[in-house]
């Protein structure tokens, strides 16, 4: 099973040099409460309840959960290159660890495209503010990338609520 991603290359994250503001700025991106993995796991959970009545949205929801799973390889890479612990933690320096409290549990197939749909609103506003504190253009790039990821993921669910909305 392939990411659901844009057909456009990631910047590097090789070209990074040590940049600790930076790292602590995108961090909130990476597993915090609101943040990719956070994601990956409600897509899973997601995936599970379609799977017992469409298995191709199924499968649409695990392509989102494995492009959120390879934000969070460029996110922790990138914060490693910064100079910032990629740390499973709510809040970013901070030793209050993560935990599932924010992942999505409806079971009902509107309920959870319409929570699917606010995380990713809730990801592209996070991401933008991030553009508007990053001062780093190597590590603003990645991000402005990982955006366009999650807007296509945004119009993929709002496709996929229409249809169980019209049923």
């Given at each position: 099973m392939k990411p659901l991603v844009l057909d456009l290359p990631y910047p590097s994250v090789s070209e990074l040099t040590p940049d600790v503001r930076s790292g602590n700025i995108i961090s909130f991106g990476y597993a915090t409460l609101k943040g990719e993995i956070t994601a990956v796991l409600q897509?899973?959970?997601?995936?599970?309840?379609?799977?017992?009545?469409?298995?191709?949205?199924?499968?649409?929801?695990?392509?989102?959960?494995?492009?959120?799973?390879?934000?969070?390889?460029?996110?922790?890479?990138?914060?490693?290159?910064?100079?910032?612990?990629?740390?499973?933690?709510?809040?970013?320096?901070?030793?209050?660890?993560?935990?599932?409290?924010?992942?999505?549990?409806?079971?009902?197939?509107t309920k959870?495209?319409?929570d699917d749909i606010q995380g990713e609103m809730n990801a592209i506003t996070d991401y933008q503010k991030m553009l508007f504190e990053l001062k780093n253009e190597k590590a603003a790039a990645i991000i402005q990338r990982i955006i366009l990821d999650e807007q296509l993921h945004l119009e993929t669910l709002k496709k996929l609520l229409k249809k169980y909305s019209d049923k």
């Open positions: 897509y899973v959970y997601h995936h599970f309840y379609f799977g017992l009545t469409d298995p191709d949205d199924a499968e649409t929801l695990m392509s989102i959960a494995i492009a959120e799973m390879t934000h969070v390889d460029i996110l922790g890479s990138a914060m490693l290159k910064l100079g910032t612990p990629p740390r499973y933690v709510q809040f970013p320096r901070t030793c209050v660890y993560f935990n599932t409290s924010q992942v999505s549990t409806a079971t009902s197939p959870m495209l319409m």
